[in-house]
């Protein structure tokens, strides 16, 4: 199984970018996908998920209205929409898939990601 995430790259504080997290050896219809940061000097934090089956999605209250997360099964990706983007939001974004589960807690969720990619660096300047 692999994780690539892309769409990294430095922008002013305001501005937008889109990751995208290709991933394959898996059926992406049957895991649970999300994003996760971690900043500098920081523990790693979850910024966005979306459920295997599409019909729900999460997001980090520090993110909510400005980030949005979507899939493509039939491409295997997993996108994150960041617009209105903030300094605070630089990190290294890592995005992560588990096998879908019968929860629909989000925090149960994350301890199933057991699938990661290498990290897309955002920059935002102010």
């Known amino acids: 199984v692999q994780l690539q995430a892309s769409g990294g790259g430095l922008v002013q504080a305001g501005g937008s970018l889109r990751l995208s997290c290709a991933a394959s050896?898996?059926?992406?219809?049957?895991?649970?996908m999300g994003w996760f940061r971690q900043a500098p000097g920081k523990e790693r934090e979850s910024v966005a998920g979306?459920?295997?089956?599409?019909?729900?999605?999460y997001y980090a209250d520090s993110v909510k209205g400005r980030f949005t997360i979507s899939r493509d099964n039939a491409k295997n990706t997993v996108n994150l929409q960041m617009n209105n983007l903030k300094p605070e939001d630089t990190a290294v974004y890592y995005c992560?898939?588990?096998?879908?589960?019968?929860?629909?807690?989000?925090?149960?969720?994350?301890?199933?990601?057991?699938?990661w990619g290498k990290g897309t660096l955002v920059t935002v300047s102010s």
């Open positions: 050896g898996l059926t992406g219809s049957n895991y649970n």
């Open positions: 992560a898939a588990g096998f879908r589960s019968t929860s629909s807690v989000w925090s149960t969720m994350i301890r199933g990601m057991n699938y």
């Open positions: 979306i459920r295997w089956s599409g019909d729900t999605t």
